[in-house]
């Protein structure tokens, strides 16, 4: 039975992906900051936890981490607020990290976008640049951890039915639904070939545990 902790417990992806962690024998810790979102949780089939990432030290996180086999990061400031998306998509998340170290919970899942890169060329000017230099700093900082972390990078998100169907071997962007995203963490944390892996998604036309499977294959052959 792996014990999930989810951060970002009720946005979209994290409900979608609860009750199928569940359902595979597992538990979900899911930490919110808005008590009101409790219900929507426990719906999902997950323990709410409230707790402020924002305003939690390392040690802090890591009482919340302990305890469990694995950290699912799915947080976001939501954009808007240079400070605070730099605050929660970088500085929050980089303190997961070293917390889920400290507390000698080694599974961690980032959930990040397609183009998150150092050199992601978006400019200062732009209201996409600070959350573009957040979660690619924040990505390299986890795979420069001793982590056994995956990074994951669904293209733009939406709202259609999951279809279970993904391609892992597209080199731009498209879209990918939310329950797809769920499906891929869900899959990577049931497979331990993903560790130390950057998965690209859209959707596609390839069953989520073969193409996962299938990009492993790909990077073992570059």
């Not at 979900?28 to 949780?41: D, G």
């Not at 992601?120 to 951890?145: M, N, T, W």
């Amino acid at each position: 039975m792996t014990r999930t902790l989810i951060f970002g417990g009720h946005g979209k992806i994290a409900l979608l992906a609860t009750p199928l962690l569940v359902e595979a024998g597992g538990t979900v810790t899911s930490v919110i900051r808005n008590p009101e979102h409790i219900p929507a949780v426990e719906s999902a089939g997950g323990t709410p936890l409230v707790a402020d990432v924002e305003q939690l030290g390392t040690a802090e996180l890591a009482a919340l981490i302990a305890d469990h086999d694995a950290v699912v990061w799915s947080a976001g400031a939501g954009g808007g607020n240079p400070a605070r998306t730099r605050a929660v998509d970088h500085d929050a998340a980089v303190r997961s990290m070293e917390a889920a170290a400290q507390a000698g919970v080694q599974r961690y899942v980032m959930v990040s976008y397609f183009n998150s890169s150092l050199a992601h060329g978006i400019s200062p000017d732009h209201s996409f640049h600070a959350y573009a230099e957040a979660k690619a700093q924040a990505d390299e900082v986890l795979r420069a951890s001793s982590l056994d972390w995956t990074v994951l990078g669904p293209s733009t998100l939406t709202l259609d039915p999951p279809s279970g169907l993904i391609d892992t071997a597209a080199e731009s962007s498209e879209h990918v639904s939310r329950g797809n995203v769920a499906l891929v963490i869900a899959a990577v944390l049931a497979d331990e070939s993903t560790i130390h892996r950057t998965i690209r998604f859209n959707d596609g036309n390839t069953p989520v545990v073969a193409a996962i499977a299938d990009a492993g294959a790909a990077d073992g052959a570059r």
